[in-house]
């Protein structure tokens, strides 16, 4: 119980401060709405989050996309040489300190910056892309290593096409899990903070590097509302991601 009041503890009284109509963090004056109204006026929050949700989606899709064709490619074949060190490999990112890839993605996008002289957003795109696929790649594999191959096989012998198999029986089959690992994608990106800083250029802030930003120079009850909304979202993002990995009895 201790570990757990020490974890969500923190997160609760900054749930609560943000609902304070006080603009003294340190004394409640009362239940209001106030800042989460300001936080939503602010044209600096809704660009940083505008781009926050943009950059997190294209994330998303591009590496389920690329977890389900990896997914694809490890579990629906036989054993062949090279297979571990593939599956090591994928989930590197999960096993390295985040900061070690920060600071290699800094130096392997700074080269591009300088000699393409582009500072455009892909660099973010690319990056976040390259960390999350990994935790896109975990539910969609689980999916595929649960699903017999019963069906496949049939579809197979009824002289369906491999990709008219795909399509008509994986497909819809891996579909939960492509979604589940789709939205832990989606979460990852949003929430990221440390290759964002890395790798982004002026002008490129997240909310969570905007609110980063805000708290160097002083904590204030709009941050406490933004962190609130941001969790918010997260956990209906988790919940829905609990609710399609759920085994049905």
């Known amino acids: 119980m201790t570990v757990f009041a ?14 304070n109509s ?32 943009w950059l997190a989606a294209v994330a998303a899709v591009i590496s389920t996309a690329v977890a389900t064709m990896a997914a694809l490619g490890t ?26 890839t920060a600071v290699a993605l800094l130096i392997f996008f700074a080269w591009f910056k300088v000699n393409l002289g582009y500072q455009g957003m892909g660099y973010l795109v690319l990056a976040h892309s390259a960390f999350c696929i990994p ?5 969609i594999r689980a999916r595929l290593e649960s699903m017999d191959l019963t069906l496949e096989t049939a579809a197979a012998d009824l002289y369906a ?13 891996l579909l939960p899990g ?12 949003l929430d990221d903070v440390v290759i964002t800083v890395f790798v982004k250029s002026a002008g490129q802030d997240t909310l969570p590097t905007y609110m980063l930003g805000q708290i160097r120079r002083q904590v204030s009850t709009e941050v406490y509302a933004i962190s609130t909304m941001l969790l918010g979202l997260t956990v209906v993002l988790l919940v829905v991601f609990m609710a399609l990995t759920r085994k049905k009895d």
């Open 6 to 19: 020490a974890l969500y503890l923190p997160i609760v009284i900054l749930v609560v401060y943000s609902f």
């Open 22 to 53: 006080g603009e003294d963090l340190a004394h409640w004056e009362g239940i209001g709405l106030q800042w989460f109204t300001k936080a939503w006026a602010n044209d600096q929050v809704k660009d940083a989050t505008i781009r926050s949700l």
């Open 75 to 100: 579990t629906r074949r036989g054993r062949f040489k090279g297979q571990t060190f593939i599956y090591v490999m994928i989930n590197q990112p999960l096993m390295v300190p985040e900061i070690v």
């Open 135 to 139: 935790f896109a790649y975990l539910p």
């Open 161 to 173: 096409t491999p990709w008219a198999t795909f399509r008509r029986v994986t497909l819809p089959l």
């Open 178 to 189: 492509i979604l589940a690992g789709m939205m832990l994608a989606f979460v990852t990106s």
